[in-house]
């Protein structure tokens, strides 16, 4: 098992299935071990609702055994909190984090501002995490430069965000097709 891989992809590549099977995997390796997902996503409307139940039930059904918590802004402090030797962390996903982080929910107040001081605390915490960790995340840099200046902020932070967490973590993997490209290996 790897200290610390990042898997990222774009929709349904199978990003969020190899991190399942890592899970698995690890909790099958000893019965010393437990795993923990750290949830960012947000309902804002009833289909992201649906489609976060559905996840729910689907990872209850492929890893029995990895409990579920939901985190959709702080990840430095999950990370401290729930990170050992023996539990492997699953953070899904970097993605919906930045967007909790960058464009609230109607109605919640802007904290785009503190974007910069979370990310460098997370990043730390990653670092300085005693467990294993896979992290989640969506490659969208690959297309078109979008229109709108809000866009094209998110896919530059985005873009950031993965290049600082692959710097940290011992692994990163594309997902392409539900086929892993390994990044970088040790």
Known sequence: MARSELILGGQKSGKSRRAEALAQ????ESPAHSACLLATGLAWDEEMRARIERHQHDRAERVPGMRT???PLDLAGAVRAHSQPGCLLVIDCLTMWLTNWMMPMPGQPPRSQDWAAQRAGFLAALAEAPGPVVLVGN???LGVIPLG????????AL???NQQVAAVCSHATLMCAGLPLVLKSP
């Open 25 to 28: 995997a690890w909790l099958l």
């Open 69 to 71: 918590l939901e985190v």
């Open 139 to 141: 490659e969208i840099g």
């Open 149 to 156: 200046r809000e866009v094209r902020a998110f896919v530059d």
């Open 159 to 161: 873009g950031m965000l």
